[in-house]
Nanobody, 117 residues
Framework: QVQLVESGGGLVHPGGSLRLSCVGS????????MRWYCQAPGKQRELVAS???????DYADSVKGRFTISRDNAKNTVYLEMNSLKPEDTAVYLC???????????WGQGTQVTVSS
């Protein structure tokens, strides 16, 4: 099964940008739908963005026009480009992989994003 490791989180001022990365290993990365979720303290985990095996993308309304999800199958990596960040974007961001045929899910450990002045 795939193993996932996220990176790229940190502290940024409102209006700033971050680029998150999620590297997968141990399987055929291209056969997975990849998703980014966020979870703020005391709140439920929310879907932020997804990209399927054909490269089609989808976004939560709250991040449309600000965030971009992409994947590089040759590098086994999915990215989340985050622009115009707001304090309400503060959360742990987690990478999720769903195998196309079996629907088996795997989660990364998460990376903290804090947007504050």
């Amino acid at each position: 099964q795939v193993q996932l490791v996220e990176s790229g989180g940190g502290l940024v001022h409102p209006g700033g940008s971050l680029r998150l990365s999620c590297v997968g290993s141990g399987t055929i990365f291209s056969m997975y739908t990849m998703r980014w979720y966020c979870q703020a303290p005391g709140k439920q985990r929310e879907l932020v963005a997804s990209i399927n095996t054909r490269g089609s993308t989808d976004y939560a309304d709250s991040v449309k026009g600000r965030f971009t999800i992409s994947r590089d199958n040759a590098k086994n990596t999915v990215y989340l480009e985050m622009n115009s960040l707001k304090p309400e974007d503060t959360a742990v961001y987690l990478c999720n992989a769903e195998q196309y045929f079996t629907k088996f899910n795997t989660w990364g450990q998460g990376t903290q994003v804090t947007v504050s002045s």
